[in-house]
């Protein structure tokens, strides 16, 4: 989706859609082609995006480019239907106190697949 048709969207849980396979390896396949020293993709699990999306007034979730340790990477945080980072949100304790809540600010896990996948 283009910035513009993302700006035309009525409402920011709506960005995105399936493309199909034949369409998405193309994608991928265009950009490997383009760029074989970069870094192919990401994975990111499921309890951390579902953590983001619990918290009230998430609708979608901003995946930023960081680097650490010159090491290409993603931060990643919920966003509100406003298209703000959700950075911190109220919440109502079991007293009635309304208290603040630091929102997910999140980054990559580091993953060894020889070991996931059997070695």
């Not at 849980?13 to 390896?25: F, M, N, Q, S, Y």
């Amino acid at each position: 989706m283009t910035q513009n048709a993302l700006l035309e969207t009525k409402s920011l849980a709506e960005v995105g859609e399936d493309i199909g396979l034949a369409e998405g390896t193309k994608l991928v396949n265009a950009f490997r082609e383009a760029n074989p020293d970069a870094t192919p993709g990401y994975y990111i699990g499921r309890n951390i995006i579902d953590q983001i999306l619990n918290q009230p007034g998430c609708v979608g979730i901003n995946f930023r480019k960081c680097l650490s340790e010159n090491e290409e990477h993603l931060v990643y945080t919920g966003v509100d239907a406003e298209g703000k980072d959700i950075l911190t949100y109220s919440v109502v304790t079991n007293t009635g106190d309304i208290v603040k809540e630091n929102g997910i600010v999140a980054d990559k896990i580091v993953i060894d697949w020889t070991v996931i996948n059997g070695g």
